[in-house]
Nanobody
Framework: QVQLVESGGGLVQAGGSLSVSCAAS????????IGWYRQAPGLQRELVAI???????GYADSVKGRFTISRDDAKNTVYMQMNSLKPEDTAVYYC?????????????WGQGTQVTVSS
């Protein structure tokens, strides 16, 4: 199986920057893609950015040009750099792994990390 541990996040003023990390362990060769999702109070969880095992990336329109997802395969870690943060970016951020191989069809979630942007 795969386990995910997020770190980073915190409190920042509007216009500032934060980064979050998602460290994967276990059978990481079964990971097809890792995505960052966020959930604000009272709202549904939404996909923010995703990176595939081939390096293809995608972003929600609301964060394009401000957030950058990347990975370090040697560390089995996916990062998301968040710049020009807005109060509406405030949410709990979760990383998610879509599995293939023996874990095909399985989604694994991290525990979440809080990002708060003050105005």
């Amino acid at each position: 199986q795969v386990q995910l541990v997020e770190s980073g996040g915190g409190l920042v003023q509007a216009g500032g920057s934060l980064s979050v990390s998602c460290a994967a362990s276990g059978i990481t060769s079964d990971i097809n893609a890792i995505g960052w999702y966020r959930q604000a109070p009272g709202l549904q969880r939404e996909l923010v950015a995703i990176i595939s095992r081939f390096g293809d990336v995608g972003y929600a329109d609301s964060v394009k040009g401000r957030f950058t997802i990347s990975r370090d395969d040697a560390k089995n870690t996916v990062y998301m750099q968040m710049n020009s943060l807005k109060p509406e970016d405030t949410a709990v951020y979760y990383c998610n792994a879509q599995l293939t191989g023996a874990g095909y069809g399985t989604n694994v979630w991290g525990q979440g990390t809080q990002v708060t942007v003050s105005s």
